[in-house]
Structures are given as structure tokens and as C-alpha cells.
């Protein structure tokens, strides 16, 4: 189970304390959700983090919900793991590369992500879009705590069981993964718009939807402004 | 045997008569009713199609969108100093509230933290935004139900905190006045006098409200038992903030689950109410209102000296990770889930805003109720659009 080897290398080495509340929380949920826990992770005095998979996605809101207490339903959505096509940092080179040079497909965009060393965010993953919700156990002063799970969506359906079964509050939160990702949760009662007008083409949020505003009008950032001091003098006390 | 009382007798007749009665009534007409978008009630534009079966809901449908601004989208091109200005903008009668979880959740990514003094004046700002907020909402809620004048008191009394605010930040409703590892100045002279002067005159606010409106016969007539929300649908529809706490959900972030701020220091209570009404709702947002009041006087008491910005880059790069801090807004539960891949800007933000959880209820809870409690339950259940369409 890679679910260890995660929660060592979740705790740093200079960090001696190890974290045992979340430790042992982590231990009860990893017992109730068995098979179904793909990975884990620890960050030592802060969150719980656990993948579980595509599968199992809608059992899992009965566990965590009816088995582990946690009965407050935070938020769902969806995280896609493709890096901007378009650029995104305002010290990148090319700020906006025009319409017409496609965006890039899987391959190259998964190899831009591995070269950060940072690739599907804590718990890992193969897909490109992920769902994730945070749902809490509230209510009882002295112990209120948090989970926030994962699952990869497969890239051939972009479809996940729904969680509206389980936590009616889900409702709103999977349309709006619908129309901001184009994310199908099977068996919601009904995925229509929620923000954007019902003609509206495409899906916003996706790394490969170009922001217009940096079409129409490049970011000024590099151009107008002198140049930022380099990050070597970070050192220095913060600009006030 | 017992004998039959006469008045049992009477009360089987009108039984029998009441059942005849539905027996034979004639099916009735839907008919559509829209609400807004331009409606008081709405703070902002929301739309409300309500299918009504004679003078009661059959199914109610909320459309936001409105005023959606992407946020969420625009974050990815931003630099972290640079978000605050656009979160600013989600609750804008909270605004410096907004500020406060982003920033956390980004300090703790880089393992900031701000100094103890820094750590108290957010606090202090925080619960003025509190104050400034819930105070539109005492006295808007008069006019929700004919009430005109406690929203003059309320638009009066609340110049009284803006000012505050202003002072301290420069801005009235848009402060942008949190840094990462601190804030951007320290307060001016003479402020928290000032401030615990404004206090007072919050004091008298609420008890100003709670003369106009709370015992008021007809107030109270049309909150009592007007949208009751049970506790476990609360938090299935994850209600926040006050509204969870007034379907008897002891939860508050301050206390259950603070990061950087100061309210473990401080003697204050948990307000909660079992009822889950309209007016339970209305009713823990006028203790909070005074919470908040002596909070902050406590806060301008106790502020401890030194500096009010840490020692941070001047070019901020959020190490890569992710991270998810909640703070407790004038709304409920306001959270940012920042993923980084260790750049200027965020790989993605999440921005768990209260409204939306709030509002997303309103189509069961609005389900059965006439058509002037739509009003009063949408106004106690109190959203502000700009949480909504984020």
C-alpha cells in the first residue's frame, strides 16, 4: 500500500514531531475505506489528504458521511492538472501565444508538469482532471476536523459518480464543476448551468480556455513596469 | 366508557368537514413567479423562480450568474500580493474578512507567520468588517418586513466602524490592507480609542434593534417558525456561520479551529440558538454583533507591541503544496484552497465562499412556504451576491 510511504514523506526531516492525532485519524480512515484508499498524506499540524479511487468516489461519501462522522459537506470541484497552454506567470517570456498554436496535448503539457517536480498535487494521480471535496466533522467543540479527498477523473469519460445522494449541498458544486470543467457526474439530478448563460461554448476553467482579457490586451506587467528586483536579494525585508 | 365531550364532538365535525373540504377542492393553476433580479431582498442580483400552487411554493430555482467575475480563473494569472485585491471584492461588505483566509493559506505554504501584533490587528479588523457587515443585515431585515427605519440606523451606525476601517487602511469598503507575513502599515495614532468609542455606539445599535424589531409582535409573527432548518440538512447543505449556529450546530472556526489569529486570547462566547428559524438566525447575528463589539474592546486593550510585518521575499513564490484555511466571515465558512506549483501565481484557487453553501438550501427550504416568507427567509438566511457568483 503506498498509503506509508506517503505519510513518512509527508512528515520533513527537520520536522522531529510527528503528527499522532491525524496520525490515528489517518489510521481510521484508511481501516474504513480498505480497498478503496488509493494514497495518503500528512502535512504535520495542518490537513489530512487522501485518494481514493475513480471508482469508489461515490461509496466514499457514504463513509466518510455515515461511518466517520463527517457530516458537514465543505465543497467539491475539480483541479486540472494541465499546465497553461497560454502561460501564466507574468515572468514568463511569451505571455499569450496566439489562438491559433493549438494547445498543447497531454504529452508535452504532462512533461512540463514533471519537470516542476510537483505533478497531481499531494496524493498523486494519473488523469488529467481530478476531483476533489472537503467535508468536515462539525458540531462537537474540542474536535472539529477536516478531510479533503481526492479521486482522478479517467480522461476518456470526464465522468464521476455524483455525491447528491449522499450530501444534497453537493448540488450546486457539481454543476458548477459541469459547465466550469465539462465534468459529468453520473446519476445528478440535473447538471444545467448554474453561472454561466445556457448558450455559452466551452469550459472556462480549463487550463486550455484562454483568458480574453490577456488575448485583447497583453499583461502590462512586462512591458510597462522597471524590472522586478531578481530573487536573489529576497532576503530583505518585504516592500511596504 | 367515557363520554364524548361536546367539545370533542365539535372537533370531529370540523375534522370531517375539513377532509370534505379538500375532497372537492378544485385543482388550482401554477402559476410562475419571478423574483428580482433586481430585488431588495437580493443584495445584489439574484433571480428567484418560484412555481407557486395558489400562495405557496411548489419548487423555488435560484439563478445567480449575474455578477459572476471568474475569480477563481483570474487567479491563476495573478501574483499572490495582486489576489488580495480581487478577494476584496467577494463579500464586499466583509471585505477585509476575505483578505484574511488567502493570506493565511498562502503563509502557510511558505511557512510565514506574522508577528503577534500583525496577528492582532487582523483580528481587531476582522471583527469590524464583522460588525460593519452584520449591522446592514440587522437593519436591512426591518425592511424585508415593512420596516423602513432600522436601516437608516443601521447605514448611520455602521459610518461609525467604515470610519474605523478607512482610517486604519484607507478604504471604507476595500482595504487590500493584508500582506503576506503581515500588514502593509501599522495603525495611526489615537486609534484604538477611537475605535473603542465606536464600539459604544455598536452597543447601542443593538440594543436600538432589539427594541424596533425583536419584540415586535409582528416581527415576530413572521420569523417564528418561518424556514426552519434542522441541523443534519445544515450540514449537508453545508450552512455556515450563523446560520448553521442557529440550527444548534456549536461550531465556530474561531474557536474550533483559529490559525493566525487572536482569538484564542480572548474571552468571548459562542452564540447558538436550537430553533433554526428566521429569527433564530436574526437573533445570533445580533449576539455576534455584540461578541464582535466586545472582542474588539478587549483586542484594543490588550494589542501588543513590535512590528507588524515579518521577514518575507520581496518577490513572493509560494513553495509548492497545497493547503486549505478557513476562516469564520461575516457569512459562515469562507476557505481558499491554494494548489502551488511553487510560481508567482497559484496553479488554482478554490474559493469557498459562504453564500453559495447558504443559498444552495434555498430550494428545499423554500418548498411549501408562502410567497411573503420567501422574503423573510431569503433575508435571514442573509448572502450577499458577490459570494455567491465569485
Known sequence: M???????????????????????????????????????????GRDIWVRVSTDAWGAVADVVRNRLGLRYFGFLSVIDWMPSPYGRSMDSEVDIVLADAAPSDEATSSDEASDTGFNRGVTGGETRFQAFARVSHVGDPGDFWGLTIKADIPDETLAIDTWTNVYAGADWHEREAWEMFGIQFTGHPGLRNIYLPTDFEGNPMRKDFPLLARMVKPWPGIVDVEPLPTISDGAEEGDQ | MTSVTDRQKLQYIAAQAADARVNVELETEGMTLNLGPQHPATHGTLRIIAQLDGEQVVHAEPVAGYMHRGYEKLTEVRTYPQITTLVNRIDWLGSFANEVPFILAAEQLMEVEAPERAMWIRTILFELSRISNLILFLGDMGVQLGAVTPVFFAFRDREFVLDQIEAATGGRFHPNFDRI?????????????????????????????????????????????????????????????????????????????????????????????????????????????????????????????????????????????????????????????????????????????????????TPWLLRGVYVPDIITILGSLYFILGDIDR
Not at chain 2, 474550533?256 to 436550537?274: F, M, Q, R, S
Not at chain 2, 455584540?290 to 513590535?306: I, N, S
Open chain 1, 2 to 44: 503506498t498509503n506509508d510511504a506517503s505519510v513518512t514523506e509527508a512528515a520533513p526531516a527537520e520536522e522531529v514531531a510527528t503528527d499522532e492525532t491525524r496520525e490515528a485519524r489517518l489510521a481510521t480512515i484508511s481501516e474504513s475505506l480498505g480497498e478503496m484508499l488509493v494514497d495518503s498524506h500528512i502535512a504535520t
Open chain 2, 181 to 361: 507575513g503581515g500588514l502593509k502599515d501599522d495603525l495611526p495614532k489615537g486609534w484604538l480609542e477611537s475605535t473603542k468609542g465606536s464600539m459604544d455606539k455598536v452597543r447601542e445599535f443593538c440594543d436600538q434593534i432589539e427594541d424596533l424589531l425583536l419584540g415586535s409582535e409582528i416581527f415576530q409573527a413572521r420569523t417564528r417558525g418561518i424556514g426552519i432548518v434542522p441541523a443534519d440538512v445544515a450540514m449537508q447543505y453545508g450552512l455556515s456561520g450563523a446560520n448553521a449556529r442557529a440550527s444548534g450546530i456549536d461550531w465556530d472556526i474561531r474557536r474550533d479551529n483559529c490559525i493566525g489569529l487572536a482569538y484564542p486570547e480572548l474571552d468571548w462566547k459562542v452564540w447558538k440558538h436550537t430553533d433554526g428559524d428566521s429569527f433564530a438566525r436574526f437573533w445570533v447575528r445580533i449576539q455576534e454583533v455584540r461578541e464582535a463589539a466586545k472582542m474588539v474592546d478587549q483586542l484594543c486593550d490588550g494589542l501588543p507591541a513590535g512590528p507588524v510585518m515579518a521577514k518575507v521575499p520581496r518577490i513572493i513564490k509560494v513553495p509548492a503544496g497545497e493547503a486549505y484555511v478557513a476562516t469564520e466571515n461575516p457569512l459562515g465558512e469562507m476557505g481558499y484552497y491554494i494548489v502551488s506549483e511553487g510560481e508567482l501565481t497559484p496553479f488554482r484557487v478554490k474559493i469557498r465562499s459562504a453564500s453559495f453553501s447558504n443559498m444552495s438550501i
